[in-house]
């Protein structure tokens, strides 16, 4: 019975641990985003902005996912499971900010936060912000765990993960009928929806081309890169044919002066290619990595 | 029209890589025929022994051949990627030497492994047995050589090896006096066991499969 009660008692110093790492992490995020000190030093007031609750949010959500990464290995001690946590625990919210800041720089390009969320309050903006926290948590978590607690494996991969995702945000312009930079000012909800499937869906094939096996950090990384550039023949196949299985209507007598139809720019369009851009992703890491070929040899 | 051309670049880049990279490319010869068995084989004296072939794929063979190397006192086996011809040409040379060379012959000719050796005194002798037979036996240095050569208790004698000699000028396949060896050869059937292996001759047909899947998966 002592031993159970004694368990249960670290457990409940862990929790008490993650939420103190938690609690760093909400005046961390001031260092990337220091316009936001009312974020981080003041109550957060959800009604007033619902843009800004998502946004800063989004960032609680990804720190959560990476933490599940982390393993406490009680047997080598209270004390250095604390020390471990917290290594690894301030590397990858570091690692995690770094990268959101570096993604949101390429994609956020044309639009300051100030501006987009705190005065005009952009829910479009929020979430594509929430979808990139998503996304860089699941890559963040994927390498940690393939870095088998080797730092430097860690930043290697780490700078692998940042330079493959941030190509792929690129990729965006070529599989979607939707003018990122157009829409985002309008505050369209169609874009938030379409490029947030689309990057939910390139952060699941970039996470699946790092969940391998490695014993040669040069050999995983071109094995990584070539599943990368694999997938990125599959993934157009994959949305070309679910498109082509779920043909959709254009009302073109709604075509705007630019020549986008209107009925593309609501909401039913950018659900739609959302859905079409997270399947043809799940669809295409199965192809890329859930085939088994087998020996070349099975008989020699 | 772009797009295609990015999507075309995309698959070459990708099939370049993959073939540059992949680790099945790397360490495996490609056998092309018979005349490369001169540039994968070094050593003055050897003997190559075919003694398993299999091809891999479902759409686009890879073929591929096994190979006993014996290299003076060195005995290899390696695995050689080969062309679909040659793979073919030689599925009835299982148990044959493809490619033999001494200081005086270099042959491709397929016949009976070990032939290159017999003959030559520095490996062993002529020996007349109990029933007046005059066979080849090899000194002690090569006392090992039946066993890699896949010969067991057989032993060639003057009428083997001159047959041998008058097939070496003819190229045609020789299989022994009484076709021991070969695909159809006892002495290569039973020293070489690998290719004649049941499960291999095995055609499943459609019901074992599917009873056998269904086991398997419930």
Known sequence: MAEIFDRLMIRLLLVLFVCLMIFLYRYAHLIFYPTVKRQALTKISPAENPADTLHFFSRLLGISVIFSSITFNEASGFFLTLLHFTLWGILSITLYLISMYVIESIVFYNFDYTDEILKRKNMSYAFISFCHAITVALLTKTIMQESQSSMVILLILWLFVLVLFGMSVKYYTFVSKLSFNRLMMQQNLALSFSYGGFILGSGFIIASCFNQEHYDITIYCIQVLLKAILSLLIFPLFKKGLIYIFPIKYQSAMTDDNGIDFERQQLGYGFFEGIIFVSAAILTTLIVNRIQFGSIYPFF | ?218
């Open chain 2, 1 to 218: 029209m772009y797009k295609f051309f990015l999507y075309s670049m995309l698959l070459f880049l990708y099939l370049g890589l993959a073939k540059f990279l992949s680790p099945s490319e790397m360490g495996i010869d490609y056998l092309q025929n018979e005349k490369t068995f001169s540039k994968l084989i070094s050593g003055n004296h050897a003997t190559a022994i075919l003694t398993d072939t299999h091809a891999t794929g479902f759409l686009i063979k890879t073929f591929y051949q096994k190979y006993r190397i014996i290299s003076g006192l060195t005995v290899e086996d390696r695995i050689f990627r080969t062309s679909k011809e040659f793979a073919k040409k030689n599925l009835t040379h299982i148990g044959l030497a493809l490619y033999a060379k001494n200081s005086e012959i270099e042959t491709t000719t397929p016949s009976l492994p070990g032939m290159i050796y017999v003959d030559d005194r520095e490996y062993g002798y002529w020996k007349e047995r109990k029933n007046g037979q005059i066979v080849w036996v090899f000194n002690k240095t090569y006392k090992h050589y039946p066993k890699y050569l896949g010969w067991g208790k057989y032993r060639p004698d003057e009428l083997t090896f001159q047959k041998f000699r008058s097939h070496l000028l003819t190229g045609e396949a020789f299989l022994g006096l009484n076709n021991e060896f070969g695909p159809e050869g006892s002495i290569t059937k039973k020293y070489f066991p690998q290719f004649f292996k049941v499960e291999r001759k095995k055609k499943i047909n459609l019901q074992t499969m599917m009873v056998q899947f269904f086991k398997e998966n419930f």
